[in-house]
């Protein structure tokens, strides 16, 4: 992927920089006219000039390149879509009563902060208690998890951006990203399409976690510029 840094634009908007990814991997099963034998070939080029005879585990070894070349696209495409969408609504600034203190404390919430913090704006609460989430606005995915013996629909993988800004912990008074996981939980007796409709699944919310990583990083900029 080659890479040119322009400078950013005089308006204050980022500047797109200009770079490419391209991705090619041809994979084909023939036989062979002389022997008669199925035969595994591969190319990584648009004419086939590197055309040639491969194992399965070199097209296994090759594949892992072109998914990341493949991620490389949808790290630019997010990033074309960061830099060119408006600018959401600005964030919205409360206050609550503090339940150690008894005084008034204010917050402003993360960008796209999904919380409904009335409770707290109408009850004493305290402090560290204060949260707010942006959470995945992508159509949630549910795989069949078996834990009791009887498999049942379970979401997976997926992704939350959390702010606590009175918490007693560093890391959690800045924007931060919580993944949804299950362990050790299996899913079972998968035929190849049941095993393919899993991969297809966890690609699906992989893409979704790429937002949620731009997202993030959009978020956590706002924040921290804010606080300086």
């Known amino acids: 992927m080659n890479t040119k840094v322009q400078a950013e634009a005089s308006t204050g908007t980022p500047a797109i920089q200009d770079q490419s990814s391209t991705t090619i991997f041809h994979v084909e099963t023939m036989t062979d006219l002389d022997t008669g034998q199925p035969t595994l070939v591969a190319s990584t080029q648009g004419n086939h000039g ?3 005879v491969v194992t399965a585990d070199q097209v296994l070894n090759e594949a892992g390149k072109a998914h990341k070349k493949v991620d490389d696209a949808v790290r630019l495409a997010l990033q074309f879509q960061a830099a060119t969408t ?6 919205t600034t409360w206050t609550f009563t503090d339940r150690d203190t ?8 993360i960008a796209g902060c999904t919380t409904d913090h009335q409770h ?3 009850n004493p609460v305290f402090a560290v208690d204060v949260v707010c989430w942006n959470t995945d606005s992508s159509e949630p995915r549910t795989l069949p998890v078996n834990e009791t013996g009887t498999p049942e629909d379970l979401y997976v993988l997926s992704t939350v951006i959390a702010c606590e800004p009175f918490s007693d912990k560093a ?9 949804e996981i299950l362990e050790d939980h ?3 007796d998968l035929d ?12 699906l919310r992989l893409t979704a976690m790429r937002h949620r990583h731009a997202e993030l990083i959009r978020v956590r900029n706002e924040y921290l510029g804010r606080q300086a």
Request: glycine fraction near 2%.
């Open 50 to 52: 590197d055309l040639q």
């Open 86 to 91: 408006p600018a959401p609504p600005a964030p």
């Open 102 to 109: 008894s005084t008034r404390r204010s917050v402003t919430c």
């Open 120 to 122: 707290s704006i109408d």
């Open 171 to 179: 890391a959690r008074r800045i924007p931060h990203a919580r993944v």
């Open 186 to 188: 299996f899913i079972e």
């Open 192 to 203: 190849p399409d049941g095993l393919q409709a899993v991969i297809d699944t966890v690609e």
